[in-house]
Every structure is written in C-alpha cells, then in structure tokens.
C-alpha cells in the first residue's frame, strides 16, 4: 500500500511538473509593453500603458489540461466595443457560451486566436493604433489554469 502511494504521488508531480512546462516561456517585456496573467474563462479591460482602452476587453476561454502534460487548444479572444464597452466592469468571470452570446453582437469587434502551444501572437487595432498581444505561458495545473500575456503597443 505505501509503495502504491509513493508511485501515485511521483506520478502527479511529474504530470503537474509537465502541465507547467507546456513550452518555454517568452523574454520578458520591455519597449512599452506590459505583461499581465489572466485565470481562465475571465475577461479584463486592456491597459495601452498610458490608461485603459474603455472599449477594449481581453477574455480566456476554458484551458483543459491534458493527462500527461500539456493542454487542449482553447480561444484568446480581444473584444472592441464600437460605441459602448462590450462587458460590463473592469474584470470579472463569465463562462465561454455567455462571453460568446454577449459579444455576439454589431457593437463588437472581435478578434481572436487558437492557443496550442503558446507563443501565438493576436494582432488587433484600437484607433489609430495597432497593438499585439502575445501568450508568453500557459499555466495547466488542474484547478489553477491560466494564461501570461503580454500587450505591446
């Protein structure tokens, strides 16, 4: 019984050492951008380092680690309100399917990308200027996923 419970707990420190260590991460930040970390299936409003774009929201979708490492594709998405803010506060939670229908809409401007690896780069316009912002890490440890960015301007 003790040896099983050794194995077992190898086991999950190496599986949780390799949902971690899905690709390696990018250089840090610097010329003006700024680096941030968001929890999955949360939205927050994007800050151009000068303020925060009103209008502008980043939103993870849901990170589903994989068994032995890794994780399943999932949805980066950036949200431009046309005439008003797409969402209502600053951050928060809201599930996928919600985000989906409440965005769904001509107000929004969407813009959006497949994370599978990490290191994908979303490029959006926010007038008159353009701005990318790139997965630096995906964190997929069971219960504490989520996603590091960084905004360059």
């Keep these: 019984m003790r040896r099983c419970a050794f194995v077992c707990s190898a086991l999950l ?3 949780s050492a390799a ?4 690709f390696e991460p990018v250089p840090r930040a ?3 951008c700024s680096d941030f970390t968001l929890p999955q299936t949360r939205f927050q409003v994007l800050n151009n380092g000068q303020g925060s774009w009103k209008n502008a929201y980043v939103y993870v979708g849901e990170i589903r680690p994989r068994m ?3 994780f399943e594709p999932f949805t980066l998405h ?3 309100g046309k005439w008003y803010p797409p969402l209502n506060g600053a951050a928060g939670p809201l599930a996928e399917a919600t985000f989906l229908k409440v965005t769904g809409t ?6 959006k990308t497949q ?3 990490g290191g ?7 007038e008159p200027k353009s701005s990318t912002l790139t997965v630096t890490r995906v964190g997929a440890t069971k219960g504490d996923e989520k996603v590091e960015l960084r905004l360059c301007p």
């Design 13 to 15: 420190c190496v599986l």
């Design 19 to 22: 949902g971690l260590a899905a």
């Design 30 to 32: 610097q010329g003006g």
């Design 68 to 70: 032995f490492g890794g």
């Design 78 to 80: 950036v949200v431009l």
């Design 106 to 111: 001509p107000n929004v401007q969407p813009f």
């Design 115 to 117: 994370v599978s690896k």
């Design 120 to 126: 994908e780069v979303l490029s959006f316009t926010v």
